[in-house]
Every structure is written in structure tokens, then in C-alpha cells.
């Protein structure tokens, strides 16, 4: 059954039963969501405890999938951290935004970024009226009119860059902490630092609508270059998290360090999720958790210690181990609790999410490539989408309904996987199904030629 608008509501009270209800009441009824965007850091499908992983404990993410709906086919359309971040805020894929690489830097930090005409999320929401927050990892530049209190953020406290020093946030060499667009020192753990300043920002913020935007710069490696002193281990987490394993405290161990980053991260995740609820804000805060693309899955093992479940590849390919991630969604004013959603969505179907939510129309004057998913996540509706592309570097491929296609080199065939039966794609089934192939490959080409148009 599905929910009646907030505005239609009020309008039956008033005309059909002839009285006006209080103006606090009607507030509280049309008050658009509060939202909590969390995007976590290289964290794989199978890294968390309620998509499967045994060991690592993930208690507060499991709580949020127990009281909301878990995605079991959320794909990123590109595999790396700053395309990925750029179709999710803006909505549109890569090709088309212009982020389509990993950013660099030069020495000053300037010259490289988001482009000035593109429109990202903060902005659309406020102008509506949200008060809008960042704190974590940005990612997407450090060009002038690129930092996120020129991109429509009011505050920000984060890294600028990919990945940093949990604790003296330096990278390479350079120290990169900001607060605005004001280098800061603060000593404590990265991920405790931007959730504590979250929560902050919610408490001061509590008469809403609020966004915050929280990228956790966890559980990307270290910049290791510039290890704290006195940390034994690359993966830097206290040692509370490291003892709740009944691992010793100066682990040097990779895949203990590894495990106690990530509870680490789950606990700033039920922080900022605990701060919301603890203020009376649950039902009507809608609480995204997802990963920006899946754990890396390389020559470089057992550095990077994550683990994509099931589904083979990593970080920077398109096989699903690289680009289908952890995802779950809380919203009790609308959404189901301990529900499944098993259609294929997209990073780039957030933002048209949210402003829906927040009705705040789409633009008119460039292409949204994302599609609200909310009937979907209700179970009233398959996937807005009939294909999904994805593209990084020399890896590409597209999904439509059960198949799948995908490509490691320009000039490679493209490979052909039944995801209904073979979710690790190892059988080619491309020349056993040449026409399916032949479709999907005709799909993405013609999308490949139209989608850098604005």
C-alpha cells in the first residue's frame, strides 16, 4: 500500500472534516526528512557482518540494515574514490560530470577539480533551505570554486585529499586538515574526529532540515609514508578496537589492523546514527550507508586485506567485486524495516532520491542520469533502470536485468556472466549467447557516444 503525501494529508483534515489543525502540527506533518549521508572509504561487499563476514563485528551497520532496507545489487558506476564521489553528489555519470580519473594535485594543492558548472547535492538542498555539513574526505579538488564551502556546503572539516594518516593527517609530507578552507592541528583518530564533529553540527542544527554529508576517510589504507609515531602496524585504529578482537594492541598483522579499522568505523557510523535518534529525530531522518566502491584486489594483497565476498575483482575493475558494494537505507517515516531490496540501483540514483524527498525539483538545464529508487526500495516497483554502464580506466561493462557484460581493455571483447547463476562470474557466456552479448554491447556503445553531452 502506498503512503499518502504529507500535503495531501493535510489537505483532507482541512477540507474534509472543516477545521484547521494547529500550524505546529501541520509543520511537524510537511517538515522535509533530515539526511545523513554516509559514504564509506574501499570497505567491501563482504566486509561487513550483515552481508556475510564472520569476523569483522559491524554491530551498529547491522542495526541500521535490521531497521531499514538492505541493498544486495548497489553498484557504483565507476570503481575509484573521486569519480565515484562525483556521480554520487551530482547524480550523473562520470563521462558526463568530467571526473572521471583519480585526482592528483600540484605542490600548492590548486589547479584540479570539480568543474564550476556542475551542481552537486549541498547545493540543490540549500537552496531549499537545509543547512548542509561535511565532514570527512573530499576528494574532488582543490581548484578555487572546488572546496566544499564553495561547492554549497555551510561548514566542513576534513581531508582534501585521498587518503591521509588517521592520526596526524598528514599526506604525503604535507599537512591536510581543514577546517572551511583554513588548514587546522587537531590531534585524535580521523574517523572519531569527523564523527564527533557531525554530531556537533546535528545537535546545532537539531530544528532542521539538515544535511550532512559523511565521506569517512575509513577504511582506505593510511598514507604510510608518514606513520604516526609510535603506530606499529599500516592500519591505524586505537587499541580498544584491536582488544575486542583479542588482538594485542601493537598488532602488526594486517589483517587484524584491518579488522580493527573497520569496527572502528562502524562505531563513528552508530555515533553519528545515535546522535540523530537521541534527539527525537529518528523517523523523519533518512540514514544512507554505502561504500564507494569495493575493496582493492591486487598483487598488492596482504596490504590491502578487505574482502568483495562472493563476487570476484576489486577496486578498479568492473567485475562485482569492484563496483556492486554494501548499501543499506533507514527511514521509518517511509521505508520498511528489515526489508530486502534485490533490484539493481546506483550511487547516481541518491541524489534524485533525496530531492525528491526533499521536493526539491530536478534541473531542467542538464542531464540527471540517476532515478529516484524510492518505490523500489518499498517493493512496489523493479529498478528505475534497464541498464546500468560502468567505466573505469580500461575496465567497462553494463548490466541489464540477469546479464551482464564486461570489458579489461578497449580492444578485449567483452565477456558475458549470468549474475542469477553465477554471481562470481566465471563462466563466459559469450559465445554461448552472442545475441545477448551483442544487445548489451550495442547498449553501452550507444550510450558511450551520447553521454558526454551536458
Not at 579538488?141 to 564553495?150: K, L
Not at 564486461?406 to 571483447?413: D, G, I, L, W
Request: glycine share 10%; charged share 20%; aromatic share 12%.
Amino acid at each position: 500500500m502506498k503512503s499518502i503525501p504529507f500535503a495531501s494529508v493535510r489537505l483532507l483534515f482541512v477540507c474534509v472534516f472543516g477545521f484547521v489543525v494547529p500550524l505546529a502540527a501541520v509543520a511537524s506533518a510537511a517538515a522535509p526528512p533530515n539526511i545523513v549521508l554516509i559514504y564509506i572509504d574501499n570497505v567491501g561487499y563482504g566486509d561487513i557482518g550483515c552481508y556475510g563476514n564472520p569476523v569483522v563485528r559491524t554491530p551498529n551497520i547491522d542495526r541500521l540494515a535490521h531497521e531499514g532496507v538492505r541493498c544486495t545489487d548497489f553498484y557504483i558506476v565507476t570503481s575509484s574514490c573521486t569519480p565515484s564521489r562525483g556521480a554520487l553528489l551530482t547524480g550523473r555519470y562520470p563521462l558526463r560530470n568530467g571526473l572521471t580519473h583519480q585526482l592528483g594535485r600540484d605542490e600548492n594543492w590548486t589547479g584540479v577539480g570539480l568543474r564550476h558548472t556542475e551542481r552537486i547535492m549541498p547545493q540543490y538542498l540549500k537552496s531549499a533551505g537545509y543547512a548542509t555539513g561535511c565532514f570527512g574526505k573530499w576528494n574532488l579538488g582543490f581548484a578555487d570554486g572546488s572546496r566544499p564551502t564553495e561547492r554549497g556546503f555551510d561548514e566542513f572539516l576534513g581531508c582534501r585529499s585521498g587518503n591521509i594518516d588517521y592520526y596526524t593527517h598528514v599526506y604525503n609530507g604535507q599537512e591536510d586538515l581543514y577546517r572551511d578552507t583554513t588548514p587546522v592541528e587537531a590531534e585524535g583518530y580521523s574517523t572519531e574526529l569527523f564523527a564527533d564533529a557531525a554530531c556537533d553540527f546535528i545537535r546545532r542544527n537539531q530544528q532542521g532540515p539538515f544535511f550532512v554529508y559523511v565521506p569517512f576517510n575509513a577504511a582506505h589504507v593510511p598514507n604510510f609514508k608518514n606513520k604516526a609515531p609510535g603506530v606499529a602496524t599500516i592500519w591505524q585504529a586505537p587499541a580498544k578496537y584491536f582488544e575486542q578482537y583479542g588482538y594485542a594492541a601493537d598488532s602488526t598483522d594486517s589483517h587484524e589492523g584491518y579488522h580493527a579499522v573497520l569496527s572502528a568505523l562502524d562505531a563513528g557510523i552508530g555515533q553519528v546514527v545515535q546522535q540523530v535518534d537521541e534527539l527525537g529525530l529518528r523517523e523523519n531522518t533518512i540514514v544512507i550507508v554505502a561504500s564507494d566502491n569495493g575493496a582493492l584486489a591486487s598483487e598488492r594483497l596482504p596490504l590491502e586485506t578487505g574482502t568483495n565476498g562472493p563476487f570476484r575483482g576489486g577496486r578498479t575493475q568492473t567485475y562485482e567485486g569492484g563496483i556492486r558494494t554494501a548499501c543499506v537505507v533507514r527511514w521509518p517515516e517511509r521505508l520498511p524495516a528489515g526489508s530486502l531490496c534485490r533490484e539493481p540501483l546506483s550511487n547516481i540514483d541518491v541524489l534524485p532520491m533525496l530531492l525528491s524527498a526533499a521536493e526539491v525539483p530536478l534541473p531542467t538545464d542538464r542531464t540527471i542520469d540517476g532515478r529516484d529508487p524510492t518505490e523500489t526500495l518499498l517493493g512496489e516497483a523493479p529498478s528505475p533502470h534497464e541498464f546500468l554502464f560502468f567505466e573505469f580506466r580500461n575496465f567497462s561493462g553494463a548490466r541489464k536485468g540477469r546479464w551482464k557484460i564486461v570489458r579489461t581493455e578497449p580492444k578485449a571483447p567483452f565477456e558475458l556472466y549470468d549474475l542469477r547463476t553465477d554471481w562470481g562470474e566465471t563462466k563466459d557466456l559469450a559465445e554461448v549467447q552472442p545475441q545477448i552479448r551483442d544487445n548489451l554491447v550495442q547498449a553501452f556503445e550507444s550510450w558511450r557516444e551520447t553521454v558526454q553531452q551536458p
